[in-house]
């Protein structure tokens, strides 16, 4: 069983900084790729970035890209593996739940349901 979990959200002033943590475990997550997606009230979930496990190749919705930053941080010796989303000059229309999500086989990054298994989330609300 692969278990995803996210932390780091709050409440922060636009123009300000978060950084939002996820954990992948499990020993039959094949790992690669990790990304980052986020569901606002009434919106529909999108992709926000993601990065290419084995690679570190990183991807971005054009809404984040300059502001976000995805990195991983592996182990080869732990189970667990961490993928970051370091949010800088955050705005209000960035308030939103991120979910982190993993995918055991190549292919669409920015397509959620291409993802196979997903975390419950972590709010990030940005005021004005």
């Known amino acids: 069983q692969v278990q995803v979990v996210e932390s780091g959200g709050g409440l922060v002033q636009a123009g300000g900084s978060l950084r939002l943590s996820c954990v992948a475990s499990?020993?039959?997550?094949?790992?690669?790729?990790m990304g980052w997606f986020r569901q606002a009230p009434g919106k529909e979930r999108e992709f926000v970035a993601a990065?290419?496990?084995?690679?570190?190749?990183?991807?971005?919705?054009?809404t984040v890209k300059g502001r976000f930053t995805i990195s991983r941080d592996s182990s080869r010796d732990n189970a667990k593996n961490t993928v970051y989303l370091q949010m800088i000059s955050l705005k209000p229309e960035d308030t939103a739940v991120y979910y982190c999500?993993?995918?055991?086989?190549?292919?669409?990054?920015?397509?959620?349901?291409?993802?196979?298994?997903w975390g419950r989330g972590t709010q990030v609300t940005v005021s004005s």
């Open positions: 999500a993993a995918k055991n086989v190549g292919g669409r990054y920015s397509v959620s349901a291409d993802y196979d298994y």
């Open positions: 499990g020993r039959t997550f094949s790992r690669n790729t």
């Open positions: 990065i290419g496990w084995n690679t570190g190749t990183t991807y971005y919705a054009d």
